[in-house]
């Protein structure tokens, strides 16, 4: 468009872009990192620290699966090693905001280190209930029932809502293996620990993609 001003004919300024552009140029641009209130990639502690929750779902699929047979067990691994897989790359290959780092609590390192001995307390003493009481096989959902729990703390300590959905569906399905096996189910609490195991490395998957990553409504251009 042109405007004229007597003999000289000069083209019109352009429209100067809405702040709500500008803002969303940014976003586009760089999805992760310092630019967006994060760690660098590599250092970041919420990456590094969900791959020891990944080798967890591992040894869960690992110790457990063989029960059911190779047929069964290969499914496992393969499933498992997809979600291993799912979760690098959403990490480290095509890596998305995990939202702005939050400020640990004061009391983080004492309710993570009581966490960690808690479970491992639990775990023993649930262990020889277990076997005083002639169920010995159910120990394996024991475990994961007490791995889900232990993560529950977490969710405040780090100020993290990841922990808790993690936590809760991990205990929920150690449960229920104790349930169902307690019924005389064959292989139930075995069952209940490989299903723990790929639903850490679902949920880990998740939080990779930037699903637990704070909401935050952006503008659009031209609002």
């Excluded at 760089?30 to 779902?57: K, T």
């Excluded at 690992?62 to 393969?78: C, D, E, K, N, R």
């Excluded at 890596?95 to 983080?108: H, I, K, N, Q, Y």
């Amino acid at each position: 468009m042109y405007v004229q001003d007597g003999p000289v004919i000069r083209p019109a300024p352009p429209k100067e872009q809405s702040i709500d552009a500008r803002r969303a140029r940014p976003a586009a641009s760089q999805r992760y990192g310092p630019a967006v209130g994060e760690p660098p990639l590599l250092v970041d502690p919420r990456r590094w620290g969900s791959l020891i929750g990944v080798a967890g779902a591992v040894v869960f699929i690992a110790s457990y699966s063989p029960v059911f047979g190779p047929v069964v067990s290969t499914f496992a691994w393969v499933a498992g090693l997809a979600g291993v897989a799912a979760v690098l790359f959403a990490h480290y290959l095509r890596p998305v905001s995990l939202g702005p780092l939050a400020r640990p609590r004061p009391l983080a390192l004492a309710a993570y280190c009581g966490c960690v001995l808690g479970e491992l307390a639990l775990i023993s003493l649930g262990s020889r209930a277990l076997v005083a009481a002639g169920y010995s096989q159910l120990r394996p959902a024991l475990i994961a029932a007490v791995v889900g729990l232990h993560f529950i703390p977490f969710a405040w300590a780090f100020a993290e809502r990841m922990f808790l959905h993690l936590g809760g569906v991990v205990a929920l399905i150690g449960v229920t293996g104790l349930g169902v096996g307690a019924l005389g189910v064959r292989h139930a609490a075995h069952a209940s620990a490989v299903v723990a195991g790929l639903a850490m490395l679902t949920i880990l998957a998740l939080y990779a993609q930037g699903r637990f990553a704070p909401q935050t409504l952006e503008p659009t251009a031209g609002s």
